[in-house]
């Protein structure tokens, strides 16, 4: 499995394999506000090549609220959202990205890893096809949960503008 990420379409495809044209399936996504970018704390969704990392929350139930890559216990809905308005939310699964390219996305002051960049669910209620996340690449909790069961650890992506 491959994954390709568009900025500029707001879309996630996973493809089979690298050299593959037909995607197996595409997702509507939303990247960081502050626009493209891998700097520590610049609030930007980092380009090039990346692994996922880490999968994280097999087996939680959808809207599983995370904090520090450990669900609380909450299960997110509107009540919690209007007890909490500026939390950023991080829901349902979380899989967590490391670049591969030295002074791209690996090490130092550009580390997507160190930089905690994820593919993770948000509330349902806010948009996709737009740029309004923290640097992480936002998608509906269904989509994350689809793509979570598709793919392994060490599954490739290219991050492109």
Same mark, same amino acid.
């Given at each position: 499995?491959?994954?390709?990420?568009?900025?500029?379409?707001?879309?996630?495809?996973?493809?089979?394999?690298?050299?593959?044209?037909?995607?197996?399936?595409?997702?509507?996504?939303?990247?960081?506000?502050?626009? #493209? @970018? =891998?700097?520590?704390?610049?609030?930007?969704?980092? %380009? *090039? !090549?990346?692994?996922?990392?880490?999968? #994280? @929350? =097999?087996?939680?139930?959808?809207?599983?609220?995370? %904090? *520090? !890559?450990?669900?609380?216990?909450?299960?997110?809905?509107?009540?919690?959202?209007?007890?909490?308005?500026?939390?950023?939310?991080?829901?349902?699964?979380?899989?967590?990205?490391?670049?591969?390219?030295?002074?791209?996305?690996?090490?130092?002051?550009?580390?997507?890893?160190?930089?905690?960049?994820?593919?993770?669910?948000?509330?349902?209620?806010?948009?996709?096809?737009?740029?309004?996340?923290?640097?992480?690449?936002?998608?509906?909790?269904?989509?994350?949960?689809?793509?979570?069961?598709?793919?392994?650890?060490?599954?490739?992506?290219?991050?492109?503008?």
């Amino acid at each position: 499995m491959f994954l390709h990420l568009s900025i500029s379409k707001q879309q996630l495809a996973l493809f089979s394999d690298e050299s593959a044209s037909i995607p197996v399936k595409t997702y509507s996504v939303s990247t960081a506000l502050n626009g #493209i @970018g =891998a700097e520590k704390n610049s609030g930007k969704t980092p %380009v *090039g !090549r990346h692994i996922v990392r880490a999968k #994280i @929350g =097999a087996g939680q139930p959808l809207n599983t609220v995370f %904090v *520090g !890559r450990r669900p609380t216990g909450e299960i997110y809905n509107e009540a919690l959202a209007k007890a909490h308005p500026k939390r950023d939310w991080i829901l349902t699964r979380i899989l967590w990205l490391s670049g591969l390219e030295k002074g791209v996305n690996r090490l130092g002051q550009v580390d997507t890893m160190q930089r905690y960049i994820y593919l993770h669910g948000t509330p349902d209620s806010e948009p996709m096809g737009e740029p309004l996340s923290h640097g992480c690449v936002r998608m509906r909790n269904t989509d994350i949960l689809d793509l979570f069961d598709r793919i392994p650890a060490g599954t490739e992506m290219v991050i492109e503008a």
